[in-house]
């Protein structure tokens, strides 16, 4: 069974930084594109960014030039880099992953973490 491990949430100000990271583990194959969504009292969850199995990113309009997506083949693993954090990028962020195992293909998520930014 894949588990999606995530971690790095938290409150912060506006201005400050979090990192989030989220890893995939289990009988996995192969890890696709690997995604950052986000989702915030009353609105439709939203993607964030995402960063394909070869390294292509791309962002929301609204996080650009201030998150970066990053990506580590080896440990199955997706972070995002939040800086310059505003309070309307509070929300539940959840990661997801398209992974092969035993030949299916499909799409896996994480549990989700809290990120407020408040003063």
């Known amino acids: 069974q894949v588990q999606m491990a995530e971690s790095g949430g938290g409150l912060v100000q506006p201005g400050g930084s979090l990192r989030l990271s989220c890893a995939a583990s289990?009988?996995?194959?192969?890890?696709?594109?690997m995604a950052w969504y986000r989702q915030a009292p009353g609105r439709d969850r939203e993607l964030v960014a995402r960063?394909?199995?070869?390294?292509?990113?791309n962002y929301a309009d609204s996080v650009k030039g201030r998150f970066t997506i990053s990506r580590d083949n080896a440990k199955n693993t997706v972070y995002l880099q939040m800086n310059s954090l505003k309070p309307e990028d509070t929300a539940v962020y959840c990661c997801n992953a398209r992974i092969s195992t035993a030949g299916l293909v499909r799409d896996y998520w994480g549990q989700g973490t809290q990120v407020t930014v408040s003063s």
């Open positions: 289990g009988p996995i194959l192969h890890v696709y594109s």
């Open positions: 960063i394909s199995d070869s390294g292509i990113t």
